[in-house]
């Protein structure tokens, strides 16, 4: 069994600043290419920000400069730090995750989501 956790979401002002975690758990060999997405109500889910195993992150266009991505190996634990925050940026944040499983198989898994809400 494999878990995903995503940690963090709230209220925040606009120009705020949260710290989103996505937590992996369970039956796990190693994770590679994990993934933050949000969705708003009526829109399709959008990708924010993705890191690889290595390390390496890209972002959406819309928060380059804003939000930084990153892993603890370690903690199985993926971090998503924003900053500058926008009402735009209101939306249910949802972490993905490709990993192999102990047993040697592919494993990819979703979150339950969790709510950022920029608002005054």
């Known amino acids: 069994q494999v878990q995903l956790v995503e940690s963090g979401g709230g209220l925040v002002q606009p120009g705020g600043s949260l710290r989103l975690s996505c937590a992996v758990s369970g039956s796990i060999f190693s994770i590679n290419t994990v993934n933050w997405y949000r969705q708003t109500p009526g829109k399709q889910r959008e990708l924010v920000a993705g890191?690889?195993?290595?390390?390496?992150?890209n972002y959406a266009d819309s928060v380059k400069g804003r939000f930084t991505i990153s892993r603890d190996n370690a903690k199985n634990t993926v971090y998503l730090q924003m900053h500058s925050l926008k009402p735009e940026d209101t939306a249910v944040y949802y972490c993905n995750a490709d990993l192999w499983t102990t047993l040697g198989t592919p494993y990819n898994v979703w979150g339950q989501g969790t709510q950022v809400t920029v608002s005054s």
């Open positions: 890191i690889t195993s290595g390390g390496s992150p």
